[in-house]
């Protein structure tokens, strides 16, 4: 692997000023919520924001005694609360486009080995968070309400309120979101030289206590929330030291293929200042022969 502090600045002359950042950030920041508006105005059209509170509602619906309905307490919980679901939805829908305006943002003061690294990142960082947001949905939900259920007294009816259904799930959705990007932050460890993947085998017995420790903190007081969020934690850990490991044997190539190019362009460059000081000392030898 190659050290960029070893060659020559590929980033040299690059430079720009604090004003044109800020230029960038703004459009970088302009297309994201233009993304975002136009995500959202294809929901609203189509499931539209009804159709996503029925979707959302399934899990808990299906384990709800028959016609029994989600309630809404607040005055204004049936305008606010969809709008809620169509802007998450609307993200979710949008998530690719924002990681690639990140991306774009960052992407002129990295070296082009960071930079082969912004297409791969951007796939599966999204499909990881889709699929721990399908996880959410079409597991854990039915498994921690269905548990629930089952321990709630005969003499208690359970009617949960849209807003704070809505509010546990998209804590949810966040927390397995992020917690299945796990092999993605593994594999930028080890490709940034910050740990080798040696250290992460090594590592594994503390990061299993830590699974659960994360996931006893963010998920609901519940086993079955708990035991799905550390589980699949462990698994992904697993997943992303494998992955580390083939992403360094393919890359490996690409990066002696760079080391290879720097170090001839330096012997070409070392060629070039050698003909130009021969040169300089052709013209010297002429001059003088000319006075004499």
Known sequence: MTDPT???DEL???EQPFVQHLVELRDRLMYSMAGLV???VLLAFWPSPSGLIDLIAMPIRAHMPPGAKLIAVGVFSPFFVPLKV????GVLLALPWLMYQAWAFVAPGLYGHEKRLAVPLIFFGS???????????????????????AVTPASV????????????ILGLYLAFGVAFQVPIVVVLLVRMNMVSIAKLKEFRGYFIVLSFVIAAVLTPPDVISQLSLAVPMCLLYEAGIFAAGFFLKNTKASDDEDADKDKSKGKDKGKDKGKDKDKEKDEEKDEDSSKS
């Open 12 to 14: 040299a002359g690059t």
């Open 157 to 168: 009816a359970a009617t949960p309120d849209i807003a704070s259904y809505v509010e546990a």
């Open 38 to 40: 136009v995500c959202m």
């Open 86 to 89: 169509l802007m998450m939805a």
């Open 127 to 149: 499909a990881l968070a889709y699929g721990g947001i399908a996880f959410v949905q079409l597991f854990v939900l039915d498994k921690m309400f269905a548990f629930i259920q």
């Open 6 to 8: 070893n060659k020559e």
